[in-house]
């Protein structure tokens, strides 16, 4: 039986991550802000990921109930709006999660690692292509954890354990619903671009109505976890606009934003 740490593991993707790891005879243990609900048959520590002695304390009671073979990264944040618009707290308390958080788990989770033990980011679709209006908050920082997973996994092999990103696609979580409400509030808060938003809100709408369910995102992990030789990323659920789109030049792919977001002439 192998024992996997998983954070944001009362969320949609980190419940299923969980499940499906139980149901295979593995031991998941997550942490997340809330213990799990009554009757779930894991361990979920509370832990702040923004909270490092939070945090250190959860890792320590993880790493008494024995070593790791992996952890796996689902905690997450989203949000969106315009960058200059929002405020200095909104955009560090995102990083602060999406991130750092990653950052201080993986520090401090390693000396509990058995030997081939895997590090899984989930970052998202976005991480690698060009960030679309509006949604540069979310975008930098899933790119940034990209990143920091190429560089980790540089280190990490020298130390016998892969790093593995997974970048999905829309999946059918609680981040939809409040993907939703954050572009209902900056609708209706946008000084500055009030018809762009509208039109995006239709585009978001569109996109995220081909989600995938968090089992399906689970069993990616399953995967990568459990591979001989895992691969260092795997996509799920890539939208073909959006990677139509970051073929074409850049200046291209600014007329296009400008000609899809702009304000209908009238007739």
């Known amino acids: 039986m192998a024992r996997y740490l998983v954070t944001g593991a009362n969320g949609g993707m980190g419940r299923a991550i969980c499940r499906l790891l139980s149901d295979c005879g593995d031991e998941p243990v997550g942490i997340d802000l809330a213990p799990a609900d009554e009757g779930t048959p894991w361990t979920v520590i509370p832990a702040d990921l923004t909270d490092a002695a939070s945090l250190e304390a959860a890792i320590r009671t993880v790493g008494e109930g024995g070593l790791l073979d992996g952890v796996i990264h689902a905690a997450g944040l989203y949000d969106l709006g315009s960058l200059v618009e929002m405020d200095e707290e909104r955009f560090v ?76 696609g829309a999946v059918d979580t609680g981040m939809l619903p409040a993907s939703t409400a954050a572009l209902d509030r900056f609708c209706e808060s946008t000084e500055l671009y009030p018809v762009n938003a509208g039109r995006f809100k239709e585009i978001v709408g569109r996109v995220e109505a081909k989600k995938v369910p968090p089992e399906k995102l689970a069993r990616v992990v399953l995967r990568a976890i459990k591979a001989k030789r895992p691969k260092p990323v795997y996509a799920l659920n890539r939208n073909p606009l959006l990677r139509l789109l970051n073929r074409l030049p850049r200046r291209t792919q600014l007329r296009v934003i400008r000609r899809v977001l702009k304000k209908p002439k009238n007739r």
Do not use: C, W
């Open 93 to 168: 308390r995102i990083f602060n999660v999406n991130l750092f958080g990653a950052y201080r788990v993986n520090r401090l989770a390693l000396p509990y690692f058995n030997a081939g033990a895997r590090v899984v980011i989930i970052t998202s679709e976005l991480a690698p292509l060009s960030p679309l209006p509006f949604t540069g908050l979310y975008a930098v920082t899933k790119a940034a954890l990209d990143r920091y997973a190429d560089a980790l996994r540089m280190e990490l092999q020298l130390l016998g354990y892969p790093v593995t990103v997974i970048r999905p």
